[in-house]
């Protein structure tokens, strides 16, 4: 049975979201999506799509226009040509993007390659498909940089080589130098990279996002999921979209007819407006969330027992405790002692027990007390 296939931590993170619920004024610091509220002109053009009458079924594959646009965006900031009529798909959110390509690609017994730590849905969705995780290591001294040489390793025979850059939890940002590395690994072993893009936009100071599609000669063998929400702070529309070689493209979308029909009309409309509309807000977001990085690190380096690596992209903090062997037991204690909620590692594979994902998402005077309190606690222990 497929609920069978899921991980113990699912039911051990809903014990301890109901006791997040549970407990009021909680400081959070667990949440995985922008504290921002979506940026007015895109709820404005959702709302008179709506009133205009868009409320049909679209396209399996998503509304031309907005096909159009993704392929624009792509090309002006990716660096890689995708054909809006053959080889996009507009899904419900970067999720439903990895599972349906999981599903079209994966067959019963087949190995997918994904990071340790890493997003905790990669693992269910592979189990979903009949697949087979295989963690390969992101190397905390090395700044979570990927371990080629277990990617090597496990590259044989394997179906699928899941990358994420940047990466939640670990905030690294992978160079172009790793993702050619891998790139030669996919080509020599016939597998072929999903390229999970749900940061592309967070990422700070000299580090710079390099899309593995664009790498030379590697567009056929890439399949890249992109998401709205992080980006344009739209959790709650779940709308994204796919990019991959038609015959797999096909595939995505015959996914998305066999699950919902299509992609939400509204969401869709919402999404077109973002692209079409002024960027301000994502570069003000992430100048915000650098600037949040800043003052959490600053509190950090000055509290004993708590070490991590300063991240370069997203908007989380993946932070290692000293004399840690149960993040669970930890967040619990946190959450019960100092009203402080964080997200324990265990969510993100087996060599991340001993550490804790820390959101930036809240403003820095909230932000700066939750960190004060996860230091005295972590100090008091
Ligand atoms: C690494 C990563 N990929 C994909 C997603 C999917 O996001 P969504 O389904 O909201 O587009 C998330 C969401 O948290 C994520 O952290």
Redesign the pocket.
Known sequence: MLADRIPREESVMQGFYEQILGTPGVLRLDV?EPDFGTPSHIVEAAAEAARSGWTHYTSTWGIPELRRKISEKLERDNRFYADPKSELVVVD????G?LFVILSLVDPGGNVLIPDPG?LMYEPYVKFAGGKPIRYPLLEEEGFKIDIDSIKRSSVGAKLIIV?SPS?PTGAVHSRKELEEIADIAVESGALILS?E??EKFVFADSRHVSPASLNGMKERVVSVY?F?KTYAM?GW?I?YVSARSTIAKAVSLMNLYFNACPSSVSQAAALAALDGPQDFVEETKVEYERRRDAVIGLLKGSGGVRFVEPKGTFYIFAGLDGVDDAVDFAMKLLEDKGVSVMPGDVFGPSARDHVRISLTLPIPRLSEAIRRLSEFVEGR
């Not at 959110?93 to 439903?96: E, F, I």
């Open positions: 995985g959110g970067g999720s439903a990895i997003w994420n939640n999970d749900a940061y998401s929400s959790t779940r994204g």
